[in-house]
């Protein structure tokens, strides 16, 4: 056996063992990981249409995705993926095997380039090969493999970059600085920051070699100029791509992840063991985003730091040629890679890099983790140094050792031998879904593919089916036509990307007004309309499949829709089944929509078409009062629509007489956040508003110019209130605004900080003119879910600043604080402590804030002022038709933890002229309406019954108690979530009732539970306490329980659960 072992190392040794063994570890373990599924890396259309998307990446602009779009860093498909997939798909190969050799491939060439580095510096035996395998097989491989392996190439090429420089430094001639060149050309194509970042290996390499002498400064000048003037050669053809990019295409990187969010999870022991990636860490709410990710904060956690610990120890008490070179590089990628962390508190270095990343080009350079390969090589060869010496003292035991070492580091990435380097939740199967390929084929069945887009709805995130996840939309690579569906990165124009956001929202937030669809899709050239019934909508919280399908089938103006799938209820997974509100609202008829399904417009409009100027929509406002006037009726095909934003520079298009003339409330001055699709818009805010803290996740999309008038802004009086935050650090939410915390009314608050750290957020209030303030009143807020309050806070006025502890009256009826304050002009209340300490995480808890600060003497009124600028372009009255469109922002009531952004209309606006309106508008039974009140609009009071209830479903009009009476089978009282235990419906009589056996209809539908005691009574004296047996559930999901009641007059009935 030993000899086995000798004879074995004997081969390891003479490298082409080596070779071998690195390639069967690259490659078999991926072979054999999840066979037959797609991992949802990099584009979807690389295994989906790879020739289709080598076509396309040839030009930055394609005109059939999201009404046309500049796109981000599709040129780098160009060369290598591309070719690789492309060649797979000719010879025939399944989309599942390609994927794995690619990824295969990708882990060889980093093991085989470390290979030929050591090499180059004259490394040779089994060293080489446990160094090979620790860079080869680094957990840093994990942040990138799964979803976005061509971020890998770079980490991939740097050996191979060193290795040529260390060639080039030798060897005067251009053979090694063209294939330096052609190596950053394979590996930089997609992504210039990691490129830039490795790319400081052989600068620093260079440079050390100068500095300490070994190499002279002309002869590492002429190499530098070669490899730089190549490289730049090479590089023309991305460089040129991000020129055209950031000109003409949306901001990208200020729509993605902010920096402060790289550099918080950007730690130093993270990134020492090859992590601290920010996406390494994040979770939906179905699990993490990269599945291995829990084991390296478990049992794999002492591992990966021992081995990076073992090699800097090695390279502590050895001395091996280039040791200072390799240190230097572990040093300044770890610098690199750390950046501005913490960034709250940043070195003196950090605070500059932070700084720079507030321009557009520092903000390119925010992926400083990227940077890691630097150290990942540097502690690779030290772990091989480290073998060599073990070796060179205990040379019997040389062979044993190496072994050692590189078992724990195939244990360290464990990952790779128990299939889960690919991750459950980001992948789909080689072969898609028949009735996708069947959708797609009916799609393309037209005249001209070109001449209308598909719309797809409702937008997602990310594309998560019930059948698989792509990630990206799926449609684009199986059919020809144009294609417009909401992502969670927004393509397009400024305007296109707004348009689609408006429409969806809409849909998103239950909002969606069926009649505005077909004259958007006209306006938007859409011909067909896929409704995706299959996504899994509990994962970015969608619209529940029924809900939408109900809607779209009451959309005017669409054909038949054309179905495809099994007809199987698209069911939420046992991890987060989503028996809510939303579920339990739903009538108990309510029609199972297809998994997919399409909509065909009646007599679409044409991409290109001719519409005539003289009877042009001009609407004051954005996208969301396009959106509004479509459900209005006020689009029609033909008509062509401008904004007044855009028409400073010709007022001749309003002032003529077939003009229609909108006055909207939209084209809001507010926040807007792209870390979801919903929630993502602020409060109106006032003209001239500045926020009083830096919010890099703020990121306005700007449609129009920035001219005066043309925003819908809010004109506060009396007291003008602004704050740090609102809501929480992921989404907006305009309830929570600053002034409803001097609004007057309890029941609204400003509220700040949910599942963050609310110390240091401060409320201003600013006073039209300085005023007393002998003492102010402070209620704080009580939000859905509250489990922490405000325990200290320090209000700041004129004359100096005041600590306040807040004690129990601060909860109930306001809390009085005198303050003897003569005169001041504003008041900045400072959050200083909560009732939660100091936890090391926040998530879970609940906002703070107040719901009343009330100043004595001094009250607030706020008013909403539409656009003036459409007005300002009108010289006389020309007979245009004009209206004025008006819409509260408001929740959905089945998402209780939510509240109405405005709870009344108050506008102001400036008519160009008299003019005699027609009122019409919308209204519908408010859902926060007290039960009695609802009771009473339905016509209730006049009924000889009425009933009352304990609680009812919240949001739900058809869940009161007076449902149980009513006579329609589509509704029933159902009490709130939760413990049903004791609650009760009562009914009363106008007059006393006989009463004998009742007959109780319950809903057994799986979503319900079923009554197993009842306690009646009348006129609060027991009439009898009665059992039912549990039976299996009925196939109509409604269960009939007799009660053998005695005949007894009341004149009111009670049941009791």
Not at 379 to 408: D, H, K, N, Q, Y
Not at 410 to 417: D, E
Not at 549 to 564: F, N, R, S, T, Y
Request: glycine share 10%; net charge negative; with cysteine.
């Amino acid at each position: 056996m030993r000899r086995v072992g000798a004879r074995l190392f004997r081969q390891l040794d003479a490298g082409r063992g080596q070779v071998a063994l690195l390639a069967l570890l690259a490659y078999l373990p991926l072979l054999l990981t999840h066979r037959g599924m797609v991992a949802a890396d990099t584009k979807p259309y690389l295994t989906l249409d790879p020739w289709g998307l080598l076509s396309d990446a040839s030009s930055m602009w394609q005109p059939d995705f999201a009404m046309g779009t500049v796109t981000h860093q599709n040129l780098g498909f160009l060369w290598p993926v591309g070719p690789f997939f492309a060649a797979g798909d000719l010879l025939g190969l399944s989309d599942w095997v390609v994927q794995r050799l690619w990824l295969g491939s990708v882990l060889l060439a980093a093991g085989l380039g470390l290979r030929w580095f050591l090499r180059t510096i004259g490394w040779r035996g089994t060293p080489v090969l446990v160094a090979s395998l620790a860079y080869m097989l680094s957990p840093y491989v994990l942040d990138y493999i799964a979803r976005i392996s061509v971020i890998l190439l770079p980490w991939a090429g740097l050996p191979w970059m060193l290795a040529l420089t260390v060639r080039a430094l030798r060897t005067p001639g251009w053979r090694h600085p063209a294939l330096f060149a052609l190596v950053t050309l394979t590996i930089g194509g997609v992504n210039a920051t990691s490129l830039l970042l490795v790319g400081l290996g052989p600068v620093l390499w260079i440079a050390w070699s100068v500095a300490e002498g070994t190499v002279a400064w002309r002869r590492a000048l002429g190499a530098s100029s070669r490899i730089g003037l190549l490289v730049l050669a090479t590089s023309i053809w991305w460089a040129i791509g991000l020129r055209t990019q950031a000109a003409y295409g949306l901001p990208t990187l200020r729509l993605t992840e902010t920096y402060e969010v790289i550099a918080d999870a950007a730690t130093a022991p993270e990134l020492f063991r090859g992590l601290g990636y920010w996406f390494f860490y994040g979770q939906d709410k179905l699990g993490a985003w990269i599945e291995p990710a829990y084991a390296y904060t478990r049992w794999a956690l002492p591992l990966s730091f021992t081995l990076p610990l073992f090699g800097l120890l090695a390279a502590s008490v050895t001395r091996f040629r280039y040791r200072s070179h390799l240190l230097l590089l572990f040093g300044v990628g770890m610098l690199a890679a750390a950046a501005a962390h913490p960034f709250d508190a940043p070195s003196p270095l950090g605070q500059v890099f932070k700084a720079w990343t507030t321009t557009d080009a520092g903000l390119a350079m925010r992926s400083t983790p990227r940077a890691l390969p630097l150290v990942v090589l540097a502690t690779s060869v030290f772990l091989g140094a480290g073998a060599a010496a073990l070796g060179r003292r205990i040379p019997r035991f040389r062979e044993p050792l190496a072994a050692i070492l590189c078992l724990a580091i195939l244990a360290n990435f464990a990952p790779l031998w128990r299939g889960q380097l690919l991750g459950d939740n980001l992948e789909r199967p080689v072969e898609v879904p028949t009735h996708w390929l069947a959708l797609a084929a009916s799609l393309d069945d037209v005249s001209d593919p070109h001449e209308t887009r598909v719309l797809e709805v409702p937008g997602s995130d990310f594309a998560a089916h019930r059948w698989g996840n792509a990630v990206d939309p799926i449609l684009p690579g199986l059919m020809e036509r144009g294609h417009v569906a909401r992502e969670l990165v927004p393509l397009g124009t400024p305007a296109s990307a707004s348009l689609l956001v408006a429409l969806d929202t809409e849909i998103q937030e239950g909002r969606f007004d069926p009649g505005s669809l077909a004259p958007l899709a006209h306006l938007m050239g859409v011909g067909d309309i896929v409704f995706r019934g299959d996504l899994q909508y509990e994962r970015y919280r969608t619209p529940r499949p029924p809900d939408l399908w109900a809607d779209l089938l009451e959309a005017d103006g669409l054909g038949v829709p054309m179905v495809h799938g099994d007809g199987l209820a698209n069911v939420a997974g046992p991890q987060r089944p989503l028996v809510d509100e939303h579920t339990l609202d739903r009538p108990p008829g309510a029609q199972v929509p297809p998994a997919i399904a399409v909509f065909a417009l009646e007599e679409p409009s044409p991409i290109l078409r001719a519409v005539d100027p003289s009877r042009p929509v001009v609407i004051a406002g954005d996208a969301e009062g396009l959106v509004a006037a479509a459900g209005e009726g006020f689009l029609e095909p033909g008509r062509p629509v401008f904004f007044s934003a855009t028409l400073a520079e010709s007022p001749d298009v309003v002032n003529q007489p077939g003009a229609l003339l909108l006055l909207t409330d939209t084209n809001r001055k507010r926040g807007q956040r792209w870390g979801t699709i919903r929630e993502t818009q602020g409060y109106t805010e006032r003209l001239g508003e500045v926020s009083l803290a830096d919010d890099p996740t703020d990121q306005r999309l700007e449609a129009f110019p920035d001219l005066e008038g043309s925003q819908t802004v809010a004109f506060q009086q009396g007291i003008r209130a602004s704050a740090t935050a609102y809501g929480n650090p992921v989404t907006f939410i305009p309830s929570a605004r600053p002034f409803h915390a001097v609004d007057g009314d309890p029941q609204t608050a400003w509220s700040v900080s949910a599942f963050a750290d609310a110390r240091g957020e401060r409320l201003l209030l600013e006073f039209d003119e300085p005023v007393p303030v002998p003492s102010v009143t402070l209620l704080q807020a009580v939000t859905y879910g509250q489990n922490r309050t405000i325990t200290d806070v320090r209000i700041h006025h004129d004359g100096g600043s005041t600590d306040v502890a807040l004690g129990e009256p601060s909860h109930s009826s306001g809390q009085v604080v005198p303050l003897e304050i003569s005169s001041t002009s504003f008041l900045d209340i400072e959050i200083m402590a909560t009732s939660e300490g100091d936890p090391k995480w926040y998530f879970g808890y609940s906002g703070v804030g107040f719901a009343e600060v009330g100043v004595s003497g001094v009250s607030s009124d706020e008013t909403i002022a539409l656009p003036t600028d459409l007005t300002d372009l009108l010289d006389a009255d020309h007979g245009q038709e004009l209206a004025v469109l008006l819409t509260r922002l408001r929740s959905d009531p089945l998402d209780p933890v939510r509240t109405d952004g405005e709870e009344y209309l108050d506008r102001t606006l400036v008519l160009p002229w008299e003019r005699t309106f027609a009122l019409s508008g919308e209204s519908r039974l408010s859902a926060h309406a007290s039960p009695e009140t609802i009771a009473t609009l339905l016509g209730a009071d006049a009924w000889p019954t009425t009933a009352s209830a304990t609680s009812s479903l919240a949001g739900s009009v058809r869940s009161s108690a007076v449902s149980a009476i009513d006579g329609d089978d589509d509704s029933s009282w159902q009490p709130a979530l939760g413990g049903q235990n004791g609650q009760e419906i009562t009914l009363s009589f106008l007059e006393p009732q006989r009463v004998g056996p009742l007959t109780l209809r319950f809903r057994d539908d799986g979503n319900h539970s079923v009554p197993m005691v009842v306690a009646i009574s009348g006129d609060q004296a027991t009439l009898g306490t009665y059992h039912f047996e549990p039976l299996p559930p009925p196939t109509d999901g409604e269960r009939r329980l007799e009660v053998d009641l005695a005949d007894v007059e009341v004149s009111e009935l009670s049941i009791r659960i």
